[in-house]
């Protein structure tokens, strides 16, 4: 088992800047990919960005390359995503996803950008 815990939302005005954090504990070991997922009212869950766990291999989606950088801490096993020239349609609960012996997914967070 793996349990994924997410913090660092919160209110912006565009333009802003937030750093979400998602903790990982458990069978650590056995993490292949942490992705960060977003979910906005009435939309689906989308795909924000992707890090290998043992290596620095990184995607992103199109929407948020160049704003959005993923980065992990393995001593701390915690993976972060540096949300940067935040809009307001990035407003949306961030879920945190772990790729393991399994699928393993956090509370989320919520963001909000202001016009």
């Known amino acids: 088992q793996v349990q994924l815990v997410e913090s660092g939302g919160g209110l912006v005005q565009a333009g802003g800047s937030l750093r979400l954090s998602c903790a990982a504990a458990?069978?650590?070991?056995?993490?292949?990919?942490v992705r960060w997922y977003r979910q906005a009212p009435g939309k689906e869950r989308e795909f924000v960005a992707r890090?290998?766990?043992?290596?620095?291999?990184?995607s992103y989606a199109d929407s948020v390359k160049g704003r959005f950088t993923i980065s992990r801490d393995n001593a701390k096993n915690t993976v972060y995503l540096q949300m940067n020239s935040l809009k307001p349609e990035d407003t949306a609960t961030y879920y945190c996803?772990?790729?393991?012996?399994?699928?393993?997914w956090g509370q989320g967070t919520q963001v909000t950008v202001s016009s």
């Open positions: 890090i290998i766990w043992s290596g620095s291999s990184t």
């Open positions: 458990g069978r650590t070991f056995s993490i292949y990919a």
């Open positions: 996803n772990a790729v393991a012996m399994g699928d393993y």
